[in-house]
């Protein structure tokens, strides 16, 4: 299994960037949750968004943590096997790496504790500043 992350990049707050993550080994909605985890500088990792998806894809379920909530969507494209990020909105306090991973569940859990990682893809830096 591989996760292969990428878009990050220096952006003034304010504006958007979109996130890639590039799944391989597993077909996608099947076998695992995926999820988006970032880790700023002096902080521990934390759960930003996870997708359990389904077949239709009309019962995906998806879970933000609060700091990102109204800001940030995931989603999918089946075809691609490529799970995406789209940032808006961005802050100074959104710097962080950011992880792509497959997990064994998106839950509230997951969010809050960033545990249940299967597989980690590497990380891609995203610097928000003016």
């Known amino acids: 299994v591989q996760l292969q992350a990428s878009g990050g990049g220096l952006v003034q707050p304010g504006g958007s960037l979109r996130l890639s993550c590039a799944v391989s080994?597993?077909?996608?909605?099947?076998?695992?949750?995926i999820a988006w985890l970032r880790q700023a500088p002096g902080e521990e990792r934390e759960g930003v968004s996870c997708m359990n998806g389904s077949v239709s894809g009309s019962e995906d379920t998806t879970l933000y943590a609060d700091s990102v909530k109204g800001r940030f969507t995931i989603s999918r494209v089946n075809a691609k096997n490529t799970v995406y990020l789209q940032m808006n909105s961005l802050k100074p306090d959104d710097t962080a790496v950011y992880y792509c991973?497959?997990?064994?569940?998106?839950?509230?859990?997951?969010?809050?504790?960033?545990?249940?990682?299967?597989?980690w893809g590497q990380g891609t830096l995203v610097t928000v500043s003016s």
């Open positions: 080994g597993f077909t996608l909605p099947y076998y695992y949750a």
């Open positions: 991973a497959a997990v064994l569940f998106c839950g509230e859990n997951f969010i809050r504790d960033a545990k249940g990682v299967a597989y």
